[in-house]
């Protein structure tokens, strides 16, 4: 016989049809965007970059909101419901009463979960006129979601590629222009930040804090052009948890509910993806699941940051978020998952980790690297150094298990594939790979708001 | 409503607990491979350098061989049933009445169909006492998959890869090695073989043929040691007709059956994994389906070669082959599909296109990319470039039905992605790609066998 359970259905039921806000059903009410002196940032004025629905669901406090039929149907075509996956492999090398599930977004057509918001960003643009889509990228992940979205959708994609990552890192770069994106190296001489910068340095590299700087510029410049984010907005975040609602699903076929669910965090879209859909169930005391968040050491905003309104970029362009932060102007070490080299976290995972809902741990890269390799060994899938964070943290909580002989039921995300990413792997395999950690963390320079 | 029948299902019952064997159902029987002097290669030689139970197979004239049921196991593990799809929005790009349904590999770990035989290989190795697999790889799609394999059943794998390839693509090496196995630039100083030729030329840049030598010799020379093959014999084409089976029980969930059926050829692998269920049911009168089969102008074995006996490789170390082929000898130019840069095709394949129940067709590569382009910019997913020659003839196909307004359903074989093949649609996309083809084929040095 056949082993039973190893992969859960992923048929067309499996697809949710609506989306989880968990904004009402947070433990304590989320602060408001300010600008810089304080006051509260409009819905209007997000308007000025966003389109109007989504700027509704950024403040909905409505639970369920409804995916589109259209865009229901678009998920389908590209893959959804993706795999509900046993490690079982993964559990006997370890030797662990453990269940170990992961929910596995690579299979998406560019390779990992962020196509699930591109596609509802594009969709609500194309709905209200917009033409256009702007977007800054650094490694190019984000970059080609939206490229494609835009592609499904007939929308034009300009992308601020940072100029470093044009250059040296071409392979996401032909992924957007193969989907039809327009892709520009930033700093551009397409906006007045980027002609700016290249009179003082034609050779800048570039920055994520200039990329944005320039998408949003040319979103503000355009009537017929928005401006889209990959992460971080409750927007992104509850486009996101069609992830965890599928996998709610997926287990309940196999008869199955996680004790511990475990992702990575960069801005916190693919942890809240997996996590808010169970958490929902938590803060009904319906459940007691664990909730383990990870992120590097080399970037540890829940780990060794402050709860403070700090701005999304590095630029200091966007409203101020109140998030755990190391601060817009750190600039983290150049791990290899650049995904998760970001200085804040979305506003709705920082109340949640304040309130002890959601567990932070940090990790270092060669640790990461180690847990990726042996995951490729054992469950033949090579992760994304991102998700490599997760597995990571799956594979110490199947070990805690086996030391306690709890026979406890593992879920996490692995948000995407490392075929893009095979630098890193090169690195760790010829003893290369070094760890950084940031000394000590800086944020006097922040304004004093409450 | 969701339109319905986008994702046939993908639950466990798809996967079927037999391969289908073509050899009993040829219309006419399979000439049997000769060493040079015309004697025919016995079983017994075949085992110096394969399993029995692979040597078995290569033979059998059992219609139905039962899949063991760790491999099926290991099947499910790694992501089958593989998705059948259906290419929606690509029919309404070309307006056409044809429905379009595409079986996608590239969703397997190593991102193509390769890993369906590298796995059955290392599971009937090990299950006769191999330690130690030797196999060859080009640019290093087949060498990744069996790099898996080894670590899925606990064999060492040595591959030994192009040396210009290993130097210039080392993305599909780190692969390799990420899975833990050896990858050496050939030719290498571990064999006689190669190291004739680093003495001559210590830059050789190694050529296919040259490392299927190697690959050969370390077999030989050691007890513990199997040689593992990727396409052309039976046995590997046999354990592909998993995806045609699956294909088959999805269909019928859908209650389509496929008037044309199409997939790229370069050994014949994933052509005759897909086709040869169907063409089961053609040679028993059931069914009057079309077989395309696509291969390169740049490497025309089926339509511009001979059927011949021909040696499997360049250096004439195989057995010969009773086959279609433009000869061992020929160089094709070199185009990005390096999959189908093969002088030769399978002999079942070979019979089944004499007989004319498979019908070849050959295009060229600018043609294949922008329909590659077309397929990413509509379906979302970016083909392999071996992949993309069976979109091009499925589109052709479709178009083909708009103009006589035939509502056929066609089924091609999405056989891999492209993500380590970007150089191609980059090249596409700058208007580098150049186009090339044999003037003509000579194959008087071949030996005159009947």
């Not at 109007?52 to 700027?55: A, F, G, H, P, T």
């Not at 990552?165 to 032909?174: A, L, N, V």
């Not at 800048?204 to 503000?220: F, K, M, R, T, V």
């Not at 017929?224 to 907005?233: E, F, M």
């Given at each position: 016989?056949?082993?039973?359970?190893?992969?859960?259905?992923?048929?067309?039921d499996?697809l949710?049809?609506?989306?989880?806000?968990?904004?009402?059903?947070?433990?304590?009410?989320?602060?408001?965007?300010?600008?810089?002196?304080?006051?509260?940032?409009?819905?209007?004025?997000?308007e000025?970059?966003?389109p109007?629905?989504?700027?509704e669901?950024?403040?909905?406090?409505?639970?369920?909101?409804?995916?589109?039929?259209?865009?229901?149907?678009?998920?389908?075509?590209?893959?959804?419901?993706?795999?509900?996956l046993?490690?079982?492999?993964l559990e006997?090398?370890?030797?662990?009463?453990?269940?170990i599930?992961?929910?596995?977004?690579?299979?998406?057509?560019?390779?990992s979960?962020?196509?699930?918001?591109?596609?509802?960003?594009?969709?609500?643009?194309?709905?209200?006129?917009?033409?256009?889509?702007?977007?800054?990228?650094?490694?190019?992940?984000?970059?080609?979601a939206?490229?494609?979205?835009?592609?499904?959708?007939?929308?034009?994609?300009?992308?601020?590629?940072?100029r470093v990552?044009?250059?040296?890192?071409?392979?996401?770069?032909?992924v957007m222009q193969?989907y039809?994106?327009?892709?520009?190296?930033?700093?551009?001489?397409y906006?007045?930040?980027?002609r700016?910068i290249?009179?003082?340095d034609?050779?800048?590299?570039?920055?994520?804090?200039?990329?944005?700087?320039?998408?949003?510029?040319?979103?503000?410049?355009?009537p017929?052009?928005?401006?889209?984010?990959?992460?971080?907005?409750n927007?992104?975040?509850?486009?996101?948890?069609?992830?965890?609602?599928?996998?709610?699903?997926?287990?309940?076929?196999l008869?199955?509910y996680?004790?511990v669910?475990?992702?990575a965090?960069?801005?916190?879209?693919?942890?809240?993806g997996?996590?808010y859909?169970?958490?929902?169930?938590?803060?009904?005391?319906?459940?007691?699941?664990?909730?383990?968040?990870?992120?590097?050491?080399?970037?540890?905003?829940?780990t060794?940051g402050?709860?403070?309104?700090?701005?999304?970029?590095?630029?200091?362009m966007t409203?101020?978020?109140?998030?755990?932060?190391?601060g817009h102007r750190?600039?983290?070490?150049?791990?290899?998952?650049?995904?998760?080299?970001?200085?804040?976290?979305?506003?709705?995972?920082?109340?949640?980790?304040?309130?002890?809902?959601?567990?932070?741990?940090?990790?270092?890269?060669?640790?990461?690297?180690?847990?990726?390799?042996?995951?490729?060994?054992?469950?033949?899938i090579?992760?994304?150094?991102?998700?490599?964070?997760a597995?990571?943290?799956?594979?110490?909580?199947?070990?805690?298990?086996k030391?306690?002989?709890?026979k406890?039921t593992?879920?996490?995300?692995?948000s995407?594939?490392?075929?893009?990413?095979?630098k890193?792997?090169?690195?760790?395999?010829?003893?290369?790979?070094?760890d950084?950690?940031?000394?000590?963390i800086?944020?006097?320079y922040?304004?004093?708001?409450?």
């Open positions: 016989m056949v082993i039973q359970g190893l992969r859960a259905p992923q048929t067309e499996i949710p049809d609506k989306w989880y806000n968990i904004l009402p059903d947070l433990p304590e009410p989320l602060p408001p965007p300010r600008n810089p002196d304080g006051s509260i940032v409009s819905p209007k004025e997000l000025a970059i966003f109007r629905s989504l700027v669901q950024e403040i909905s406090t409505e639970r369920w909101i409804e995916i589109p039929e259209e865009l229901r149907t678009i998920y389908l075509e590209l893959g959804r419901p993706t795999p509900l046993r490690a079982r492999r006997e090398a370890l030797g662990t009463p453990a269940k599930y992961f929910k596995y977004e690579g299979v998406l057509p560019t390779g979960h962020k196509i699930n918001t591109a596609l509802a960003q594009a969709y609500y643009n194309k709905l209200e006129g917009t033409k256009r889509l702007t977007t800054e990228t650094g490694a190019g992940q984000w970059g080609s939206l490229a494609l979205a835009g592609a499904m959708f007939g929308l034009k994609v300009r992308v601020y590629m940072v990552s044009y250059e040296q890192k071409p392979y996401r770069r032909i193969t039809g994106a327009e892709v520009v190296p930033s700093p551009s001489p906006t007045e930040a980027g700016r290249l009179e003082q034609p050779d800048n590299p570039g920055s994520l804090g200039i990329a944005i700087s320039e998408a949003i510029e040319d979103a503000l410049k355009n017929d052009t928005k401006y889209s984010l990959g992460s971080v907005l927007h992104v975040l509850l486009h996101q948890t069609i992830i965890g609602l599928e996998a709610k699903r997926q287990l309940e076929a008869g199955e996680p004790d669910v475990i992702g965090v960069g801005g916190g879209s693919n942890y809240a997996l996590a859909p169970f958490i929902y169930d938590r803060l009904r005391g319906k459940s007691e699941t664990r909730f383990i968040a990870v992120e590097p050491r080399a970037a540890p905003s829940m060794r402050e709860y403070r309104y700090d701005f999304g970029d590095t630029a200091g409203p101020l978020l109140k998030m755990h932060t190391i750190f600039v983290p070490p150049p791990i290899h998952a650049g995904g998760l080299r970001y200085h804040g976290v979305a506003p709705t995972l920082s109340i949640l980790v304040n309130n002890g809902i959601v567990e932070p741990v940090a990790y270092r890269q060669t640790e990461i690297f180690e847990a990726a390799t042996f995951f490729a060994r054992t469950e033949g090579i992760p994304a150094p991102e998700s490599a964070h597995v990571k943290a799956a594979i110490d909580a199947a070990l805690e298990a030391k306690r002989n709890e406890i593992i879920l996490f995300n692995l995407g594939h490392g075929l893009l990413d095979l890193g792997y090169q690195d760790y395999l010829e003893g290369k790979l070094r950084a950690e940031p000394e000590k800086d944020l006097s922040l304004p004093k708001l409450e």
